[in-house]
């Protein structure tokens, strides 16, 4: 759990949901969550690669992206197995 510095709830973040072709909607919506409206005017571009809560969105993001690529992995192994079992009636 999360706690949001905006409202102070906790928040799950792994909960949020999204889409590869809509990433910067995902991007945007744990931006909303992570940072406060200050901590956004005051990230240095130089030094964001360093700050934590980045670092935290990042992992979130390459999280979603791989378990995406694994589900339309797994959806064309089973087109192809019940294409098979088709084929061999």
């Known amino acids: 759990m999360y706690k949001n510095p905006n409202d102070g709830n906790d928040v799950d973040l792994l909960s949020i949901t999204g889409v590869?072709?809509?990433m910067n909607l995902y991007v945007t919506s744990l931006i909303?969550?992570?940072?406060?409206?200050?901590?956004l005017l005051q990230l240095d571009a130089?030094?964001?690669?360093f700050n934590d809560d980045y670092k935290l969105i990042q992992g979130l993001t390459k999280n979603l992206f791989y378990l995406v690529c694994l589900a339309e992995i797994i959806s064309?192994?089973?087109y192809d197995i019940s294409f098979f079992k088709s084929c061999t009636k």
Do not use: L, P, S
Not at 32 to 39: G, K, L, Q, Y
Not at 46 to 49: G, N
């Open 20 to 22: 590869k072709q809509k």
């Open 32 to 39: 909303d969550i992570v940072f406060t409206r200050e901590e």
């Open 46 to 49: 130089t030094k964001i690669k």
């Open 76 to 78: 064309y192994i089973a």
